[in-house]
């Protein structure tokens, strides 16, 4: 059995809300164990015996059909997020810095969004690659009109990314 951590890209923002207790709920049905979900933004914690690939496919068709929307997820083991949390490369202590981990599930995406890596004005937002990540510190009040922020912000990519709080990651480990 694994510890899992499903981040559930756009929901309780924009149009789409769903009650973490119906969230919890559908993650009971689907057979997982101890399941928990973290704050209201689409973080649950759950135990199960598949892959990760399995459970991103079921898990999205499950919220598709109880809530009709379409579902993105991504399915990482909790190890896997914690070893993320522990290689962020910047000072995430900084007054007026916020500090993100952007999860990217496509190489073309995760290659194009490490491109910008020179381009940033760093005195703004700065980036760093990482395993399947990518770093993010950027000045509060910056996040939507920063030029990393609007790249990521495309609707294009919207199956394929997810944003967290640093914060929020170290309470999904």
Same mark, same amino acid.
């Given at each position: 059995m694994t510890r899992y951590v499903a981040l559930l890209r756009g929901i309780n923002v924009g149009g789409v809300r769903i009650k973490m207790a119906d969230l919890a709920a559908l993650f009971t049905d689907l057979g997982f164990g101890n399941v928990r979900t973290v704050l209201a933004s689409g973080n649950v914690l759950f135990d199960a015996d598949d892959t990760a690939v399995d459970l991103k496919r079921s898990i999205e068709r499950a &919220? #598709?059909?109880r809530f009709g929307y379409d579902a993105y997820v991504?399915?990482?083991p909790q190890s896997y997020l914690s070893a993320v949390a522990d290689a962020y490369p910047f000072d995430e202590h900084v007054?007026?810095?916020h500090a993100y981990v952007l999860f990217v599930a496509d190489e073309s995406v995760f290659g194009? &969004? /490490?491109a910008l890596t020179d381009t940033l004005d760093p005195a703004v937002e700065r980036i760093a690659v990482g395993d399947g990540v990518v770093y993010w510190e950027v000045e509060k009040g910056e996040t939507i009109g920063s030029v990393f922020g609007k790249k990521i912000g495309a609707s294009r990519f919207k /199956?394929? #990314?997810t944003n967290r709080n640093l914060r929020t990651v170290r309470k999904l480990v």
């Open positions: &919220l #598709t059909d991504f399915v990482h007054d007026g810095r194009e &969004l /490490a /199956a394929v #990314t």
